[in-house]
């Protein structure tokens, strides 16, 4: 058992659906009642996805003081750092201590974005998926995983490794943890980061 915040009530939930169920192969049901499966690489890229979408959204933001750059362009680097993006998150802390952004760097980040979009055909359209709901954005890689791991998700074992194995990324990882469990911190941000 473990606790976490939840910063965002009217939006944050943690439930999970698990369950494997054989049906009679005449068994037909509306493609809008189908559910879809989502492996583990997929939920990362997915993850990958919405840290690059956040960049974008903050290094576009006039609106944000100097303390607020530098908070978020923290957790946001923490991330990058985490999916393995070092020079990334290097960058984007050098970049969000300017006034602006540079146009090469925003067209790096938007060449991610779009190398990591993922969508899913589902009652006869294709749906784009921006992300994972915040909580669980911010438990991947603390929480989830590591129960994926316990109950037998296939790659949850390979990715702690990666990540343990990797000095940038175990310090990512801790640090994220601490500042997603500082709810003033968290508090002060202008947006689900």
């Not at 999916?83 to 050098?94: E, I, N, S, T």
């Not at 791991?149 to 296939?154: L, S, Y």
């Not at 949850?156 to 801790?174: E, F, G, K, M, N």
């Amino acid at each position: 058992m473990d606790t976490l915040n939840f910063y965002y009530p009217d939006k944050e939930n943690l439930f999970f659906y698990l369950f494997e169920q054989q049906l009679p192969r005449e068994a037909r049901y509306a493609s809008e009642l189908h559910m879809l499966p989502w492996g583990l690489d997929d939920l990362v890229t997915i993850r990958e996805h919405q840290v690059y979408a956040n960049v974008l959204s903050v290094c576009g933001d006039d609106s944000l003081d100097s303390t607020q750059r530098a908070g978020v362009a923290h957790v946001l680097a923490l991330n990058l750092r985490l999916h393995g993006k070092g020079d990334a998150a290097d960058a984007l802390v050098r970049e969000m201590s300017r006034p602006k952004v540079s146009d090469e760097l925003l067209d790096q980040f938007t060449a991610a974005l779009q190398e990591t979009k993922r969508s899913r055909r589902s009652a006869q359209k294709s749906v784009y998926i921006t992300g994972i709901a915040g909580l669980q954005y911010r438990a991947f890689f603390t929480h989830l995983v590591p129960t994926y791991e316990r109950i037998g998700v296939a790659g949850a074992p390979d990715l702690l490794s990666v990540i343990q194995d990797d000095v940038s990324r175990r310090i990512a990882l801790t640090e994220l943890a601490e500042a997603y469990d500082d709810r003033e911190f968290m508090e002060s941000l202008p947006l689900e980061a």
